[in-house]
């Protein structure tokens, strides 16, 4: 009898923990928060958890929509609409009132944004400080200890703005609010905000992306100017800032280019040179396979088309002018990276100096230890048949701190909880028509469902552009899951009936609790129904879990699956640029832990605490409410100088 009482226990702790955990989402209470000094009315807003992408019933919806997007699509692109939009002048950031510098212009950007209040407040705060002072972490020779920075003169995010999908409520309650909590409207003086949209945006068709970044209006304490999901604007003269619409498909299209190159001549023919920041929506560099280039598609064939019909574009102007794409910005994988040209390749010039990937703006963390030391990526700027070398030369967070975060994913059934509670769902559904039922066609779909069900989630995650020795792993890899899953419902609902196990001797009277049977009818000849329930559930649970780990542990396949197993709130990044006429600054930001704020609101009023952010020095804020040490928490971790 104990070790039937053991099996109910795990399976109901399981059980109430996903109702608890939807109670506690849904149940959220709305917090009333400031618009600003010069407003009376209120912002209401739900604080939300981070999106637990295991938890199946609330990723469904989400599913349906991915689905649905590529197929729609492939018939309508907003994007080629947008043209009857108006145009922007292009001067929208250095003429907005809140660049007050004539010899430089400061813009900060994020990434991945949107997700569980707590992270996503934690980087806004810091980003939306007027002024602040950040420990400096680079260990270089003669740096300052610390540097003081302010707030850049516009926002810039690459993609992905709310989770777990773009909708009025998730942008109002993962976006918008956090941001509108940190930073209210007490400036006449507005910051800039423009964004590209993610994939996470376009799975509504970008509806709630135009309504909330295309129409002139406020956020906070930032003001919203463009008037298409991608964008071109001046910086300095010379330097200038490209954020490209990849769509869900990685394509560009035709109006999109167009628009792109009629700005490009229009500066080519004010410069001789130009220098331009790339903004796009992926890092097309990952995994990327220089040999296969001619063999089969690659994201990165989306990057290049643009970066040379743009570079010629500049080149067969009649003033023979040069446009440098000196660095490529993107987020999508929710880390920071930073590629520097090899020094082995003479630093020629002209070429992309820098990828940066910098997607820590609140989303869960991704690891960074499948990344390699060295990449080759096409020349871009025109076809060739060579590469260049490009070295790693920082990540955030260490690879040896990811190293450590996979060693969790046996553990994957009891961190994700909710998703083997829903395996137990299932497997219960399972074992009772099983047991109920003689067709043995029927009987034949239950030993398959499980199975089945596990292989065609891996294989609807997998890469959709692999290289050949991708695809044979993934067939390998995918059919062992299969196997393995068989074998578990074949050893739980054929072979343990059959043959029995003197350990479950006492499970077998299970059927004569009486609790049990008013609740649900059993056959008199499921004699092992509870074990076979509770320990096929939890045993594919587990299972799973260990495939992720195999497949990622020895192959480094599956990277967002194994990230996203087990939600990292903590190591998020930002970045501050300083662009001159002579150099683009670039300051890295590293957060390692994120603040409790939403424990925070259940002890304060969520206005009592603007005011307290507005009046209080950062660093004696973070210290009164969080009992934390904001410089052992924040600072510098890499600073980019690129002469122009």
């Given at each position: 009898?104990?070790?039937?009482?053991?099996?109910?226990?795990?399976?109901?702790?399981?059980?109430?923990a996903?109702?608890?955990?939807n109670?506690?989402?849904?149940?959220?209470?709305?917090?009333?928060?400031?618009?600003?000094?010069?407003?009376?009315?209120?912002?209401?807003?739900?604080?939300?958890?981070?999106?637990?992408?295991?938890?199946?019933?609330?990723?469904?919806?989400?599913?349906?929509r991915?689905?649905?997007?590529?197929?729609?699509?492939?018939?309508i692109d907003?994007?080629?609409?947008?043209?009857?939009?108006?145009?922007?002048?292009?001067?929208?950031?250095?003429?907005?009132?809140?660049?007050?510098?004539?010899?430089?212009?400061?813009?900060?950007?994020?990434?991945?944004?949107?997700?569980?209040?707590?992270?996503?407040?934690?980087?806004?705060?810091?980003?939306?400080?007027?002024?602040?002072?950040?420990?400096?972490?680079?260990?270089?020779?003669?740096?300052d200890?610390?540097?003081?920075?302010?707030?850049?003169?516009?926002?810039?995010?690459?993609?992905?703005?709310?989770?777990?999908?773009?909708?009025?409520?998730?942008?109002?309650?993962?976006?918008?609010?956090?941001?509108?909590?940190?930073?209210?409207?007490?400036?006449?003086?507005?910051?800039?905000?423009?964004?590209?949209?993610?994939n996470h945006?376009?799975?509504?068709?970008?509806?709630?992306?135009?309504?909330?970044?295309?129409?002139?209006?406020?956020?906070?304490?930032?003001?919203?100017?463009?008037?298409?999901?991608y964008?071109?604007?001046?910086?300095?003269?010379?330097?200038?800032?490209?954020?490209?619409?990849?769509?869900?498909l990685?394509?560009?299209d035709?109006?999109?280019?167009?628009?792109?190159?009629?700005?490009?001549?229009?500066?080519?023919?004010?410069?001789?040179?130009?220098?331009?920041?790339?903004?796009?929506?992926?890092?097309?560099?990952?995994?990327?396979?220089?040999?296969?280039?001619?063999?089969?598609?690659?994201r990165?064939?989306?990057?290049?088309?643009?970066?040379?019909?743009?570079?010629?574009?500049?080149?067969?102007?009649?003033?023979?002018?040069?446009?440098?794409?000196?660095?490529?910005?993107t987020?999508?994988?929710?880390?920071?990276?930073?590629?520097?040209?090899?020094?082995?390749?003479?630093?020629?010039?002209g070429?992309?100096?820098?990828?940066?990937?910098?997607?820590?703006?609140?989303?869960?963390?991704?690891?960074?230890?499948?990344l390699?030391?060295?990449?080759?990526?096409?020349?871009?700027?025109?076809?060739?048949?060579?590469?260049?070398?490009?070295?790693?030369?920082?990540?955030?967070?260490?690879?040896?701190?990811?190293?450590?975060?996979?060693?969790?994913?046996?553990?994957?059934?009891?961190?994700?909880?909710?998703?083997?509670?829903?395996?137990?769902?299932?497997?219960?559904?399972?074992?009772?028509?099983?047991?109920?039922?003689?067709?043995?066609?029927?009987?034949?779909?239950?030993?398959?469902?499980?199975?089945?069900?596990?292989?065609?989630?891996?294989?609807?995650?997998?890469?959709?552009?692999?290289?050949?020795?991708?695809?044979?792993?993934?067939?390998?890899?995918?059919?062992?899951?299969?196997?393995?899953?068989?074998?578990?419902?074949?050893?739980?609902?054929i072979?343990?009936?059959?043959?029995?196990?003197?350990?479950?001797?006492?499970?077998?009277?299970?059927?004569?609790?009486?609790?049990?049977?008013?609740?649900?009818?059993?056959?008199?000849?499921?004699?092992?129904?509870?074990?076979?329930?509770?320990?096929?559930?939890?045993?594919?649970?587990?299972?799973?879990?260990?495939?992720?780990?195999?497949?990622?542990?020895?192959?480094?396949?599956?990277?967002?699956?194994?990230?996203?197993?087990?939600?990292?709130?903590?190591?998020?990044?930002?970045?501050?640029?300083?662009?001159?006429?002579?150099?683009?600054l670039?300051?890295?930001?590293?957060?390692?832990?994120?603040?409790?704020?939403?424990?925070?609101?259940?002890?304060?009023?969520?206005?009592?605490?603007?005011?307290?952010m507005?009046?209080?020095?950062?660093k004696?804020?973070?210290?009164?409410?969080?009992?934390?040490?904001?410089?052992?928490?924040?600072?510098?971790?890499?600073?980019?100088?690129?002469?122009?």
């Amino acid at each position: 009898m104990i070790l039937l009482y053991i099996l109910l226990a795990v399976a109901a702790a399981f059980i109430v923990a996903y109702f608890v955990d939807n109670h506690r989402a849904s149940s959220a209470p709305q917090q009333e928060i400031s618009r600003g000094k010069n407003y009376h009315l209120s912002y209401f807003f739900k604080p939300q958890m981070p999106v637990k992408w295991f938890d199946f019933s609330g990723l469904i919806n989400t599913f349906r929509r991915v689905s649905l997007s590529g197929d729609i699509l492939s018939i309508i692109d907003k994007r080629e609409v947008q043209t009857a939009m108006g145009k922007d002048s292009g001067r929208e950031l250095i003429d907005n009132v809140a660049n007050q510098s004539v010899d430089e212009f400061w813009f900060d950007y994020i990434a991945d944004t949107g997700d569980g209040f707590d992270p996503t407040t934690t980087v806004f705060y810091h980003l939306t400080r007027p002024e602040y002072c950040f420990p400096n972490l680079t260990k270089g020779e003669n740096q300052d200890k610390s540097i003081d920075l302010k707030r850049g003169d516009a926002l810039v995010i690459g993609g992905d703005l709310v989770y777990p999908a773009g909708s009025e409520d998730n942008y109002r309650d993962r976006f918008k609010g956090p941001l509108r909590f940190v930073s209210p409207d007490n400036s006449d003086k507005n910051p800039i905000i423009v964004a590209t949209p993610g994939n996470h945006d376009w799975y509504d068709g970008l509806t709630a992306f135009f309504r909330l970044m295309c129409q002139k209006c406020r956020i906070g304490n930032y003001k919203t100017v463009q008037n298409r999901s991608y964008f071109a604007y001046k910086l300095r003269e010379n330097v200038h800032l490209f954020g490209v619409d990849n769509q869900l498909l990685g394509d560009i299209d035709i109006p999109q280019l167009d628009f792109f190159v009629k700005y490009v001549q229009e500066i080519s023919s004010q410069n001789k040179k130009n220098h331009a920041i790339l903004v796009v929506a992926e890092p097309y560099w990952y995994n990327y396979s220089f040999k296969d280039r001619a063999k089969r598609r690659q994201r990165m064939d989306s990057l290049e088309f643009i970066v040379r019909s743009l570079c010629q574009t500049a080149k067969n102007h009649k003033n023979s002018s040069e446009l440098i794409f000196d660095v490529v910005l993107t987020g999508d994988i929710h880390h920071y990276s930073h590629y520097e040209l090899s020094s082995k390749d003479g630093n020629p010039e002209g070429f992309i100096r820098h990828f940066i990937t910098s997607g820590g703006g609140g989303a869960f963390g991704h690891l960074t230890d499948f990344l390699p030391e060295k990449i080759e990526v096409p020349q871009l700027r025109h076809t060739g048949n060579s590469a260049l070398e490009y070295d790693l030369k920082k990540v955030f967070p260490s690879k040896e701190k990811s190293k450590k975060d996979v060693s969790g994913l046996p553990f994957f059934f009891i961190i994700n909880y909710k998703y083997t509670a829903l395996m137990l769902l299932i497997s219960f559904v399972i074992t009772y028509i099983w047991n109920y039922n003689d067709d043995p066609l029927l009987k034949g779909l239950m030993l398959l469902l499980f199975p089945l069900m596990l292989y065609f989630t891996v294989k609807k995650v997998a890469n959709p552009e692999p290289s050949d020795r991708e695809r044979n792993l993934n067939r390998f890899l995918h059919s062992s899951l299969f196997c393995v899953a068989l074998a578990v419902q074949i050893a739980v609902l054929i072979v343990l009936p059959k043959f029995g196990l003197k350990i479950l001797a006492d499970v077998a009277i299970s059927l004569k609790i009486q609790l049990l049977k008013n609740y649900i009818i059993l056959p008199e000849t499921a004699e092992y129904f509870i074990f076979q329930w509770v320990f096929s559930g939890i045993m594919l649970s587990w299972v799973f879990g260990m495939y992720l780990f195999f497949s990622y542990r020895f192959f480094k396949l599956h990277i967002t699956e194994v990230s996203s197993a087990k939600i990292n709130t903590g190591d998020k990044n930002f970045l501050k640029f300083k662009i001159t006429d002579g150099e683009i600054l670039i300051y890295v930001i590293g957060i390692k832990k994120s603040y409790p704020w939403t424990k925070l609101l259940k002890s304060h009023k969520a206005r009592d605490i603007q005011a307290k952010m507005e009046t209080e020095d950062p660093k004696d804020f973070v210290k009164t409410y969080f009992s934390a040490h904001a410089d052992e928490n924040t600072g510098i971790i890499e600073i980019i100088r690129i002469p122009i």
